[in-house]
Structures are given as C-alpha cells and as structure tokens.
T-cell receptor
Framework: DAGVIQSPRHEVTEMGQEVTLRCKPI?????LFWYRQTMMRGLELLIY????????DSGMPEDRFSAKMPNASFSTLKIQPSEPRDSAVYFC????????????FGSGTQLSVL | GENVEQHPSTLSVQEGDSAVIKCTYS??????FPWYKQELGKRPQLIID?????GEKKDQRIAVTLNKTAKHFSLHITETQPEDSAVYFC???????????FGKGTRLSVIA
C-alpha cells in the first residue's frame, strides 16, 4: 500500500484565491482526518469523517473552510477565499475501523498564501 | 474536552545523553497515549504508545511512563543519537469514538 497520499505537496497562492487540497486514504480505513500544523498551535484537528460522513467539524476555523468526502478513497479540503493566516502545513490522516487510535499521516501540503 | 500540555517546547541534548519529554492531560477518562515523531519535512509517525492499564512500556532506546493519578506521561530516550533529532508529539484520547488530542510538540536537537 502506498500509504495516505496528499496533493499537492506545495501550494503557493495569492490572498483571495480558492485553494483545494486533496487526500487519498489507505484502502480499508474507515476514518479520515484533516489536521493543520503551525508553530504556534501545533497539530489542530479540523474535521474528521467516518465512512465518508463528517462526524465533527468543530475545528474548522471559519466558514471559508469546507471539506468533503464523496467516496471512501477521496477527500478534499477547500479554502475560499484564502488568507495569509491560512498559511500552514495541512495533513490528512487515516485510521483503521477499529477505534481511532493509530493514525497514518500523509506527507502534508505546505500552503503559502501571499 | 481533553486538553494536552507538552513540555518543553524545545530541548537540546548532547549525543549519548538522555532526553525526557513530559505531557499532562486533563480528562481522567483518557486511556490511550501515543507518541509521534516528525522528522524535518516529513510526516508524523507513531513510535510508541501506552494504555492506561500499563505503567511503563519500553522499545529499545525509547520508553514511555504513565502516572494516571497525576495525569501525566513521559517519553524517555536513552543514548540519544543525531537521528533522534525531530519534533515529538504526545497525544491522548478517552474511551469511545473520540479523536486523538495532540500536544503542541517538542523540538529535540541532538548535538554531536
């Protein structure tokens, strides 16, 4: 298995533009998580899905952020419009169906909003 | 909800010395405590975990201890090597279907 796959690895955009981050979880994993990593706040959970259904989106900072999981093998995190303070590394992670314990992280997307 | 505090935020040690990172948690119902290591530019990866029915767990040069009464747990790395340099995250979760809550991380530098 190739692990959790994220794209793009790096994204540079201008303030006000729409940004879409993509994630393919490990096949068979029932849970998918989106995290944001910054120096100040560490790893913040934004939203997570179970069997493609959003369970908790209380970590999504603003209405500018949205996430979807149309099927078991694909999820997107969208920021519209983007702002400089959104600059961070965004990680997707997946977990097997047995509990929410061991997380397998993707390589992350380094987002820079100018 | 759960809150995890991690200290120190940065730690420098000489190669061969030991390193200790400490975390406290707030929810006494928490029962699972993993540690993740993130090398520079890489993804976080699980290195060791402990459950609340165990006080200590060891895997070669790394060990984790848990004090349920005080609600804190620690990561111990002995005989540190340059490749141990990374950011280490502790986390906790309670029973039920709740996600891990992470500490803010400790940047460990092992100086050769």
């Amino acid at each position: 298995d190739a692990g959790v796959i994220q794209s793009p690895r790096h994204e540079v955009t201008e303030m006000g533009q729409e940004v879409t981050l993509r994630c393919k979880p490990i096949s068979g994993h029932d849970y998918l998580f989106w995290y944001r990593q910054t120096m100040m706040r560490g790893l913040e959970l934004l939203i997570y899905f179970n069997n493609n259904v959003p369970i908790d989106d209380s970590g999504m900072p603003e209405d500018r952020f949205s996430a979807k999981m149309p099927n078991a093998s694909f999820s997107t995190l969208k920021i519209q419009p983007s702002e400089p303070r959104d600059s961070a590394v965004y990680f997707c992670a997946s977990s097997p169906g047995v509990g929410l314990e061991k997380l397998f992280f993707g390589s992350g997307t380094q987002l820079s909003v100018l | 909800g759960e809150n995890v505090e991690q200290h120190p935020s940065t730690l420098s040690v000489q190669e061969g010395d030991s390193a200790v990172i400490k975390c406290t948690y707030s929810d006494s119902a928490s029962n699972y405590f993993p540690w993740y290591k993130q090398e520079l530019g890489k993804r976080p990866q699980l290195i060791i975990d402990i459950r609340s029915n165990v006080g200590e767990k060891k895997d070669q040069r790394i060990a984790v201890t848990l004090n349920k009464t005080a609600k804190h747990f620690s990561l111990h790395i002995t005989e540190t090597q340059p490749e141990d340099s990374a950011v280490y995250f502790c986390a906790a979760r309670n029973s039920g279907n709740t996600p891990l809550v992470f500490g803010k991380g400790t940047r460990l530098s092992v100086i050769a």
